[in-house]
């Protein structure tokens, strides 16, 4: 079946620090895969995705890359920021099930202190 | 342009109660899924409807049910209530059943079951 086993937390950095999140992904079909974010108090955001092998989603400074030979997608951020505390979560949507129901880890924490 | 709301936004109930959590999609937006949060978990998967049907299941029990009105809007039904089912309950709405389609999530309905 479809799972997305993500890097546990939490996670705590200082400000200005280099940020690496792992995720891995099992999935039947060819998935597209997303980061989604989570803000104290606030609902979930889609913070990027890519939809092939090879794509790199991008924004706000976050960058992941599809790799399929890894089945990985691993968040990263050069240098973050106090804005930057949030919950993370990686997910997938596998596009041979129709639907596009989302798969998602476990998610990790992070807090930037400054 | 209104995002997806939800209500109510907090819930007690005891245990063998029924609860209805209702969902209005993003506008322009016909695909509503509604995911279950544990504290300190991901989401995970209940159901999706589009077209007034219900297209994919998770791993959830039959006391869950759902229903999608002529306007999308979307209700979640939970009957026999146990303290397991206190969670977020998430409903997210997107376009079509793409894989690659953003969905945009609500801020959740709080639900305590004592």
């Known amino acids: 079946g479809d799972s997305v086993t993500q890097m546990e937390g939490p996670v705590t950095l200082s400000e200005e620090a280099f940020l690496t999140i792992n995720c891995t992904y099992t999935?039947?079909?060819?998935?597209?895969l997303f980061w989604y974010v989570q803000y104290p108090g606030e609902g979930l955001q889609l913070l990027l995705k890519?939809?092939?092998?090879?794509d790199k989603g991008s924004n706000k400074g976050f960058e992941a890359t599809y790799r399929k030979e890894t089945t990985s997608f691993h968040l990263e951020k050069g240098s973050v920021q106090v804005s930057d505390s949030a919950v993370y979560f990686c997910?997938?949507?596998?596009?041979?099930?129709?639907?596009?129901?989302?798969?998602f880890g476990t998610g990790t924490r992070l807090t930037v202190i400054p | 342009d209104a995002g997806v709301t939800q209500s109510p936004t907090h819930l007690i109930k005891t245990r063998g109660q029924q609860v209805t959590l209702r969902c209005s999609p993003k506008?322009?937006?016909?695909?509503v899924s509604w995911y279950q949060q544990a504290l300190g978990q991901g989401p995970q998967f209940i159901f999706q409807?589009?077209?007034?049907?219900?297209?994919q299941r998770g791993n959830f029990p039959d006391r869950f049910s759902g229903h999608q009105f002529p306007n999308y809007s979307s209700e979640l039904n939970v009957n026999a209530l146990w303290l397991g089912d206190s969670a977020l309950y998430l409903c997210?709405?997107?376009?079509?059943?793409?894989?690659?389609?953003?969905?945009?999530f609500g801020p959740g309905t709080r639900l305590t079951v004592l």
């Open positions: 997210a709405s997107s376009l079509g059943l793409a894989g690659h389609n953003e969905q945009f």
């Open positions: 999935a039947t079909g060819y998935p597209s």
């Open positions: 890519a939809t092939k092998a090879d």
């Open positions: 997910a997938l949507s596998d596009r041979q099930t129709g639907a596009n129901n989302l798969f």
């Open positions: 506008s322009g937006h016909d695909t």
């Open positions: 409807y589009y077209e007034e049907e219900e297209r």
